[in-house]
T-cell receptor, first 115, second 111 residues
Framework: GESVGLHLPTLSVQEGDNSIINCAYS??????FIWYKQESGKGPQFIID?????DKRQGQRVTVLLNKTVKHLSLQIAATQPGDSAVYFC??????????????FGQGTILTVHP | DGGITQSPKYLFRKEGQNVTLSCEQN?????MYWYRQDPGQGLRLIYY???????QKGDIAEGYSVSREKKESFPLTVTSAQKNPTAFYLC??????????FGPGTRLTVT
């Protein structure tokens, strides 16, 4: 039967701190990665992406780091705000074969920002 | 406004009834997807469609059906054969870089 997992990794920070959310991905052939933010009761919102030919990409207050050697992805949020509180998912995909653009999602991390 | 809309936001059905969830996009995207999300879990792919009049099963297609008669629309039917239909259902469409954009979701409760 299906398992109901309620034990997502959590990260609690104070407002103004920097946050780092980590993700280990599974497929060494993956060449495109995305971070999504999901607030309670809403659909996931695209935050930032990175291709496998890069190891760092910056957006507004967010930075994604990619370490292909250890298949690790991280999302850094600068000056975290209460509005950043959400569940953050990483997703991976690869363009080749019959991937049909399928995204494989990580489990998610709950970020809580305290005022 | 360009985007993906799903309706309704909340849906309640009795066990044994089929129910259809709506998904519409005006992003001119070819590929569309349906996911299911259970509490505290990630997204699982139900069905996807790469182009009009074509669709393929995802990882958990049993008990679901879809159609893709128009580029803009990709409705999902949750049939009575789905053993655990209560969940949060998310529709997405794919942009040029394989990034997916999601709708607001429909929360289905079957009692």
């Amino acid at each position: 039967g299906e398992s109901v997992g309620l034990h997502l990794p959590t990260l609690s920070v104070q407002e103004g701190d920097n946050s780092i959310i980590n993700c280990a991905y599974s497929n060494s052939a993956s060449d495109y990665f995305i971070w999504y933010k999901q607030e309670s009761g809403k659909g996931p919102q695209f935050i930032i992406d990175i291709r496998s030919n890069m190891d760092k990409r910056q957006g507004q207050r967010v930075t994604v780091l990619l370490n292909k050697t250890v298949k690790h992805l991280s999302l850094q949020i600068a000056a975290t705000q209460p509005g950043d509180s959400a569940v953050y998912f990483c997703a991976e995909t690869y363009a080749g074969g019959t991937s049909y653009g399928k995204l494989t999602f990580g489990q998610g991390t709950i970020l809580t920002v305290h005022p | 406004d360009g985007g993906i809309t799903q309706s309704p936001k909340y849906l309640f059905r009795k066990e044994g009834q089929n129910v259809t969830l709506s998904c519409e996009q005006n992003l001119n995207h070819d590929a569309m997807y349906w996911y299911r999300q259970d509490p505290g879990q990630g997204l699982r792919l139900i069905y996807y469609s790469q182009i009009v009049n074509d669709f393929q099963k995802g990882d958990i297609a049993e008990g679901y059906s879809v159609s893709r008669e128009k580029k803009e629309s990709f409705p999902l039917t949750v049939t009575s054969a789905q053993k655990n239909p209560t969940a949060f259902y998310l529709c997405a469409s794919k942009g040029d870089l394989n990034e997916q954009y999601f709708g607001p979701g429909t929360r289905l409760t079957v009692t």
